[in-house]
């Protein structure tokens, strides 16, 4: 079984637009990672926030923490077609060991 | 500067059959992660090889196997295949020793088919 959720599991936007994707997860963590997938293929890694970690930011990029409500969410500014793709957060278990625990991902498409 | 390989690319294989998948980690990295990822699903941890021992694993029959080589490179190995089999199988490396960042890197995934 997997931990994490995300939410949308598929999302459509505009080029352009900001594009907001959501992960909840169960137990408690020592990190989540969030990674970016392209057509079935190889995971590409995005950014990774610290349990102790509320925000971080990337290039387009915004990731925010709220380990009371053990969710987190990905922003990405400014839409490009490249964006494209499946996201996955990912979650480390509070003991470290990088185990890492996916949810089903969100589908995102970018509209030219 | 190579990141994580994995070969095949793809692989098809019959119900019954046998198989070995191989990685070899980013330069640098001492510690292996095997992923399965169904369609439309995200990875599911197999088990992971560090000083060419199992150090952890998921939720998998013993028909998966694994190996850690001196060199730090790793194989899969499925016995007695099954249609459910059928996946992107991923690879992911990361040094144990650097706990300053646990990001694992991932290779392209090798897809198998059981027909």
């Known amino acids: 079984s997997q931990q994490g959720e995300e939410d949308p599991q598929a999302l459509s936007i505009q080029e352009g637009e900001n594009a907001t994707m959501n992960c909840s997860y169960k137990?408690?963590?020592?990190?989540l990672q969030w990674y970016r997938q392209n057509s079935g293929r190889g995971l590409v890694h995005l950014i990774l926030?610290?349990?102790?970690?509320r925000e971080k930011h990337s290039g387009r990029l915004r990731v925010t923490l709220d380990t009371s409500k053990k969710s987190s969410s990905l922003l990405i500014t400014a839409s490009r077609a490249a964006d494209t793709a499946s996201y996955f957060c990912?979650?480390?278990?509070?003991?470290?060991?990088?185990?890492?625990?996916f949810g089903q991902g969100t589908r995102l498409t970018i509209n030219p | 500067d190579a990141g994580v390989t994995q070969s095949p690319t793809h692989l098809i294989k019959t119900r019954g059959q046998q198989v070995t998948l191989r990685c070899s980690p980013k330069?640098?990295?001492?510690?292996v992660s095997w992923y399965q990822q169904a369609l439309g699903q995200g990875p599911q941890f197999i088990f992971q090889y560090y000083e060419e021992e199992e150090r952890q694993r998921g939720n998998f029959p013993d028909r998966f196997s694994g190996h850690q080589f001196p060199n730090y490179s790793s194989e899969l190995n499925v016995n007695a295949l099954l249609l459910g089999d059928s996946a992107l199988y991923l690879c992911?490396?990361?040094?144990?020793?650097?706990?300053?960042?646990?990001?694992?890197?991932f290779g392209p995934g090798t897809r198998l088919t059981v027909l």
């Open positions: 137990t408690s963590i020592n990190n």
């Open positions: 990912a979650t480390d278990g509070i003991q470290g060991a990088q185990k890492l625990v």
């Open positions: 330069s640098g990295h001492d510690t």
């Open positions: 992911a490396s990361s040094f144990v020793g650097d706990r300053s960042t646990d990001t694992q890197y």
């Open positions: 926030i610290r349990s102790n970690e």
